[in-house]
């Protein structure tokens, strides 16, 4: 990894100085991505822009800049923004005359062109100081984490767009980076309403094809980062979100707790009759002994009753059913302390029993265990 300290003069920075909704924004004759497409975009207010400005023109020192090496073009570098983006915006804005700034000892506030000529030889002969790091990506993206840690407050997913850059990524950014976009209409329902611009939506489709934890999201992005589109991952995303969508079409809050990739593995290649199941899911939301609403959706398809956390016996019903058996197991019959035995279903949830008192039986620990065996 190498990381050098360059000055750089303002006026190289804003030279062909570009900023458009659709293609972002840059500078130094297109060298350098201030902004890259969809990335999240902090807006300094005016006050922030002006107090940017007026350290400028004072010649004292902003803070150290970061770049990071993404290209060539022409026998050059190309650089892609890591810190400094909104200072950076705000020099180049009002270089570009689009916001004044005020001074005591100005009658009126003044735009670039309308400062002294010594004052704007002042703006674009000013130095920005501009670490570049150049590295693999490993590289990158351990020094990006300490620097992270050391204040630039990026998500993880932040992270790493910015350092597996590539043509799958910029089609990556184009399904699920933005609201309004592809993904978050076509998902919304069954995914957790998350930050967009921390690029939650695009580390939860990864999650959703290369599985969970950093280094799996990382090996995939790695591995596909130079593929010419993101598609595989919009595909993944789309089967998923379909899958749900036609097996439990009405829309719930608990519908974006469940872990639709998972079930779309175990359950999806199976027909499922999408009537019934909404009558069975909404039989179990009106049960009180359901504890856990989202488990709902995984068990209509797994039976598996331990995802719906069934309520327990309190203790309150756990001492009436042991004074009616005067501390005798039921199976077994031997006498038991109280705080040796286990609360039981008679008649199991499953076949409608209620977690109530009438319906709690107290087991040894043995008869407990041979029977959740069984
Ligand atoms: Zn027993």
Redesign the pocket.
């Known amino acids: 990894m190498q990381i050098d300290l360059h000055r750089i003069p303002v006026r190289e920075v804003v030279a062909g100085y570009l900023n458009t909704e659709e293609d972002g924004v840059s500078g130094m004759n297109g060298r350098l991505d201030i902004r890259p497409k969809y990335q999240r975009l902090f807006r300094y207010n005016v006050e922030q822009q002006q107090a940017v400005l007026r350290t400028v023109l004072k010649g004292f020192p902003l803070n150290v800049f970061y770049w990071s090496v993404s290209g060539e073009s022409g026998g050059e570098p190309t650089y892609e923004m890591l810190d400094g983006q909104q200072r950076t915006l705000s020099i180049c804005e009002f270089v570009e005359g689009n916001f004044s700034i005020t001074d005591p000892a100005w009658p009126f506030p003044k735009n670039f062109d309308s400062l002294s000529a010594d004052d704007r030889n002042k703006v674009l002969a000013y130095q920005l100081m501009v670490y570049k790091c150049r590295g693999t990506e490993d590289e990158k993206l351990e020094w990006f984490q300490v620097i992270n840690i050391a204040g630039l407050k990026l998500e993880a997913q932040e992270l790493r767009n910015a350092v597996y850059t590539g043509p799958w990524l910029t089609d990556a950014k184009r399904y699920f980076s933005r609201e309004n976009q592809a993904a978050h209409k076509y998902g919304k329902d069954y995914v957790k309403p998350g930050d967009v611009k921390a690029q939650a939506l695009l580390e939860k489709a990864l999650v959703w094809i290369a599985g969970r934890g950093d280094d799996a999201i990382c090996r995939y992005m790695n591995d596909h980062r130079n593929d010419q589109n993101a598609l595989e991952l919009w595909k993944r995303f789309r089967d998923v979100v379909d899958w749900a969508k036609a097996t439990f079409p009405k829309v719930r809050p608990q519908l974006s707790q469940v872990n639709w990739p998972d079930l779309y593995d175990r359950f999806g290649s199976r027909t499922w009759n999408a009537g019934e199941l909404e009558q069975r899911v909404r039989e179990l939301l009106a049960d009180v002994d359901v504890t856990k609403k989202a488990g709902i959706y995984e068990y209509v398809l797994s039976g598996d009753e331990r995802v719906l956390n069934i309520r327990a016996f309190d203790d309150s019903m756990r001492t009436e059913a042991y004074e009616r058996q005067n501390g005798i197991?039921?199976?077994?019959?031997?006498h038991?302390e109280i705080g040796e035995m286990h609360a039981d279903h008679i008649t199991p949830w499953s076949l409608g029993g209620k977690t109530e008192g009438a319906n709690c039986q107290m087991?040894?620990?043995?008869?407990?265990r041979r029977k959740s065996n069984i």
């Open positions: 197991c039921v199976k077994c019959q031997e038991f087991l040894c620990a043995d008869c407990n």
